[in-house]
């Protein structure tokens, strides 16, 4: 046989690649026509004209947020990367109307804003940052996992007080560098279903969180971290921190991964795990 020859698994497999591109191409058709995955659910003829699974295909729905606003305050409440402003709706106070804005005005007395994200969109590095006048972010639907970057994601959210995070996804994410830094006004959350199976960076993620006083992380798989430098850096208020779990056999970095926290919450870490150093 020619060695340029392809095998018939190889054959196979290139095919069915095809086969799953062709689906995707018609569902985002249908998208593009107004026509979203919920209205293809129910539609049991055409999924099996199409052959689909419509349950394999959530992760190209919408991600949906809503933010409650500290009263009174104006200015940017999201950021947008310029190449990524077509895949953003964004709608103030529940309006049916798409806002083509990322900010607000003085004469824009809005309290509460909605934003939808496509599936195009496999970033939100710095979404939130120094967008200081949220006091409350929930994520309602969020069934995608093809989003790799949540690096300072949340960071210098001051009047940040609710966080809701119980529909995150957060399976393929490789980097949570500051993800929560200097989220100074949160005094808990919940991380209870976060996946950190891929990710590698966890350095100052909680940086700055001086209002927390507990945190749970005995979920979370550092398998693969490397760097947690600064991770929990000024949390003077923490009391509870549950890393029981943690594997730090690949950590390089630990440099000021607890400084500012209290000796009564270094002792009981080094209970906890002996091989994280204090």
């Known amino acids: 046989m020619n060695s340029g020859n392809i095998s018939t698994s190889e054959q196979k497999k290139e095919f069915d690649n095809l086969k799953s591109d062709f689906i995707f191409k018609k569902i985002i058709m249908f998208m593009k026509r107004n026509k979203s995955l919920s209205i293809m659910k129910y539609n049991k003829k055409l999924q099996k004209r199409l052959n689909i699974n419509i349950n394999d295909y959530k992760e190209c729905s919408k991600i949906e947020i809503e933010l409650k606003l500290v009263d009174g305050e104006y200015g940017k409440f999201i950021n947008i990367p310029d190449e990524d402003k077509e895949y953003y709706h964004i709608y103030f106070d529940n309006s049916n109307e798409e806002i ?83 989220c100074s006004s ?47 850096y000024g949390c003077s208020l923490l009391k ?27 002792n009981k870490i080094k209970e906890q795990n002996k091989k994280i150093f204090i």
Request: net charge negative; aromatic share 12%; proline share 0%.
């Open 186 to 232: 949160l005094k808990e959350i919940n991380l209870s279903n976060f996946n950190t199976d891929n990710v590698t960076d966890m350095s100052s993620m909680f940086y700055g969180c001086s209002s927390l006083k507990e945190l749970n992380l005995s979920n979370f798989n550092t398998n693969k971290v490397t760097d947690m430098s600064s991770m929990f």
């Open 100 to 182: 083509k804005k990322c900010y607000l005005e003085e004469n824009d007395e809005v309290k509460m804003i909605k934003i939808i994200i496509d599936y195009q969109v496999k970033s939100l590095e710095e979404l939130f940052d120094n967008c200081n006048y949220i006091e409350s972010i929930s994520f309602k639907k969020f069934y995608r996992n093809n989003i790799t970057y949540m690096n300072y994601m949340f960071s210098c959210c001051s009047s940040l007080k609710e966080l809701n995070l119980s529909n995150f996804n957060t399976k393929n994410v490789t980097d949570m560098n500051g993800m929560f830094y200097e």
């Open 240 to 266: 509870e921190l549950n890393l029981s779990n943690f594997n730090t056999n690949k950590v390089t970095d630990m440099e000021n991964m607890f400084t500012g926290c209290s000796d009564e919450l270094r």
